[in-house]
């Protein structure tokens, strides 16, 4: 969609909506869930909205009485996309049924990071194993404990192929965390690793490791605090918005077969630039896909 549209924007949507479900490629869906958190930071289930709200007030202004969006690198081009509106996660299974069935490509905000692990059993009903691309500052291989967002790799162990899926970011691991990593072999790129190599080099090690049923899950703590401070579980020694979203793009462009963003926490967000933030990654990610 370029350039204006007409004053009827719906609020409580995405602000690069504009399509309705039949029509649409892309299928925007909230996750207003946060009971897997044992989080101190509390407050992920505001997410969903809030950064529809953000996206709607901070990407949108008016030229000539006409509203306009400010696009993303790109521009949305062709991409029909429709806002779902907000699901309960005992609905993910289900929803995520209808929209594969109707050839669409989903995209989540949450909520915590446990909602992952309910999509991606829901995405391996239809597609087989996914390699999984995930994003986050802790590897959430925790084993002694199940179905929170700390254990969502293990969780997920029987739906992924492990061979072909890549954790970007982590920083923040524990021992029977780094202990899972090597008894599975999971590759592991973390911010240092970006600084040795530069975010091309990894990324086309990303793109040498996915296979096929590309999914690619988004926890914002991923990203330095100085540019996302508004998450659940901050980590500093992050990796750079830029950074993370040029690999985003790329995958993106290949071929994904959905994407997640997680855990954005807006009571403790500096000025909304963690919600703003995730609203022009989505903007970017909706610009690079292949639908």
Not at 115 to 127: D, P, Y
Not at 157 to 166: E, G
Not at 186 to 196: H, S, Y
């Amino acid at each position: 969609m370029h350039g204006s549209q007409s004053t009827s924007l719906n609020k409580k949507q995405i602000c690069w909506a504009n399509s309705s479900y039949d029509d649409s490629d892309i299928v925007m869906v909230g996750i207003p869930d946060e009971t897997g958190s044992h989080a101190i930071l509390t407050g992920s289930s505001a997410a969903p909205d809030h950064i529809r709200k953000i996206s709607n007030s901070n990407d949108i202004y008016v030229e000539k009485k006409l509203l306009c969006l400010a696009q993303p690198t790109l521009g949305i081009g062709k991409s029909r996309i429709h806002d779902y509106g907000n699901i309960k996660k005992r609905q993910i299974e289900s929803t995520f049924a209808k929209i594969l069935a109707s050839k669409k490509l989903p995209i989540s905000i949450g909520g915590d990071h446990s909602n992952t692990a309910h999509i991606i059993k829901a995405m391996a009903k239809k597609h087989g194993k996914i390699s999984l691309v995930y994003f986050d500052a802790h590897p959430d291989f925790v084993s002694h404990t199940r179905n929170y967002y700390g254990s969502v790799i293990t969780d997920c162990l029987d739906h992924i192929n492990i061979k072909s899926s890549i954790q970007i970011g982590v920083r923040s691991p524990e021992q029977e965390e780094i202990d899972n990593i090597k008894k599975h072999k999971l590759q592991v790129i973390t911010p240092f690793d970006v600084i040795e190599s530069g975010i091309k080099s990894v990324t086309k090690t990303i793109l040498d490791t996915v296979k096929d049923n590309v999914y690619v899950s988004f926890d914002m703590d991923c990203l330095d605090p100085s540019f996302a401070p508004g998450v659940s579980v901050p980590v500093p020694i992050g990796m750079q918005s830029p950074d993370a979203m040029y690999s985003i793009k790329k995958l993106a462009n290949r071929g994904i077969i959905g994407f997640d963003l997680m855990e954005v926490c807006p009571s403790h967000d500096l000025n909304d630039v963690t919600s703003h933030l995730a609203s022009r990654m989505i903007g970017e990610l909706i610009s690079s896909c292949k639908v």
